[in-house]
């Protein structure tokens, strides 16, 4: 069985983890850029995209995991200055071809500073024809997402370009009547292989991304290859499972 896991942070991972999900059927990943410390400037911001995008990629790729990097300005992860700056990277990464997608991006507070980064994201994303990866927050995740939905529905034209991550159950009807990508994250503190069941049960398998969400919190590095034994045990169709964990993922992002 292979997969890919289509939210990672693996720089804050060991190599053996990486050789582990190599040897054990994990394909590819997509790499976000979240680093949860605010910085000071605009230089901060840049060395850790260069670092995502150069020594990162070149530790997976010595593992034999095919890769899709996301770059993008997480909220918690605003500089305190030269802001202008920062976005101006955003933009040059993708004028030079160097991201696949824009994530992880987001709202944490709703704050007008907050939207304002996003909107302006988004819109390079836009321009590039680039997919997004939404972060939902883990506070005050229903207003939030409500505010954010907004946003996503007037800034991107094609609503199946665009992953709401890190959903809990209840707020997948909201992204689900949006036309937005699902994206589920086996991790504790938001969802186990059984509550994955249960969605693909009520929802169906079409347009949900599985992924560990893999970084610094707790989490498995294979959460999704995990997760597609626990389906197939409880009765879920291969090709259902197949989709969740590969072809959805593979779909939006390698080609």
Known sequence: MKCIDSNTHTYFRGLEDLELMSVSGVEGVVLCSRFPVKPTGSSTVYDFFKWLMEEETARLASCGIDFRVAVGIHPSFI???????????????????????????????????????????????????????FSTPRRNREPILEKALKILRDECPDPSRVVVDHLVPELIPLVRESGLKIGLTIQPGLLTPADVKSIIEKYGSEGILLNSGLGSEPSDPLAVLRTAKYLDRAGIGGKEIQQVTYYNARSLFWF
């Open 79 to 133: 500089p305190k200055y030269e802001l202008d700056q920062a976005i101006e990277r955003v933009l040059a990464i993708f004028d030079n071809d160097l991201a696949n997608a824009l994530g992880e991006v987001g709202l944490e507070t709703g704050s007008e500073e907050e939207v304002d980064v996003l909107v302006k994201q988004l819109r390079i994303a836009v321009e590039y024809d680039k997919p997004v990866i």
